[in-house]
Nanobody
Framework: QVQLVESGGGLVQAGGALMLSCAASGSTFSVTPMGWYRQAPGKQRELVANIRRSGSTLYAGSVKGRFTISRDNAKNTLYLQMNSLKPEDTAVYYC????????????????WGQGTQVTVSS
């Protein structure tokens, strides 16, 4: 079984910064942490940023230039550096990992963490 544990959330004033971490453990063979999503009250869960196995990255337009996603493959850990935080960034942030295979296209399975709360005050 795969476990994903997010950490680093908290309360910060607008303009501040936080670093989120997502640590994968358990049956992590061929499992790659891929991206961060967030969900605010009353809203759909949305993609914040992802990082492909190649290392290329993609950001939501609302966070581009402020957030940076990275991955430490040796530690099987995903990070999200969040700078210049705004009140509209307030949400629960979730980590997504996927299990891949060299023998098939696409991914085999998806795994979600439990989420970490980020609250930005004005």
């Amino acid at each position: 079984q795969v476990q994903l544990v997010e950490s680093g959330g908290g309360l910060v004033q607008a303009g501040g910064a936080l670093m989120l971490s997502c640590a994968a453990s358990g049956s992590t063979f061929s499992v790659t942490p891929m991206g961060w999503y967030r969900q605010a009250p009353g809203k759909q869960r949305e993609l914040v940023a992802n990082i492909r196995r190649s290392g290329s990255t993609l950001y939501a337009g609302s966070v581009k230039g402020r957030f940076t996603i990275s991955r430490d493959n040796a530690k099987n850990t995903l990070y999200l550096q969040m700078n210049s935080l705004k009140p509209e960034d307030t949400a629960v942030y979730y980590c997504l990992a996927r299990r891949y295979s060299d023998d098939v296209s696409g991914y085999l399975s998806e795994y979600w963490g439990q989420g970490t709360q980020v609250t930005v005050s004005s």
